[in-house]
């Protein structure tokens, strides 16, 4: 069994910062990529940031410059540093970890529940 648990989200103004959390565990043998999603009402799923086990990342347009990804391998966690956030930031925000359950397997991904974040005066 494999969980991915996310905290942090929540309401912010304008301009303000959040720092979402996100914690895999259970039967991990090793984590690939992990990552933050987010989908808005009436939205699809779109990628936000993703790292690697190297730490190569990869952000979407609309958040580069604005959020930063990092990840702590020893505690198989990843943050997202959000600032300068603006309304359309606003989504349910998933964690996904790509991981291998045992030598010799493969990736899959999995993700979490999702936080919400709502950007708003």
């Known amino acids: 069994q494999v969980r991915v648990v996310e905290s942090g989200g929540g309401l912010v103004q304008p301009g303000g910062s959040l720092r979402l959390s996100c914690v895999a565990s259970g039967s991990i043998f090793s984590i690939n990529s992990m990552g933050w999603y987010r989908q808005a009402p009436g939205k699809q799923r779109d990628m936000v940031a993703i790292?690697?086990?190297?730490?190569?990342?990869n952000y979407a347009d609309s958040v580069k410059g604005r959020f930063t990804i990092s990840r702590d391998n020893a505690k198989n966690t990843v943050y997202l540093q959000m600032n300068s956030l603006r309304p359309e930031d606003t989504a349910v925000y998933f964690c996904?970890?790509?991981?291998?359950?045992?030598?010799?397997?493969?990736?899959?991904?999995?993700w979490g529940q999702g936080t919400q974040v709502t950007i708003s005066s």
């Open positions: 790292i690697t086990s190297g730490a190569t990342t």
């Open positions: 996904v970890a790509i991981l291998r359950t045992q030598r010799g397997g493969y990736d899959a991904s999995y």
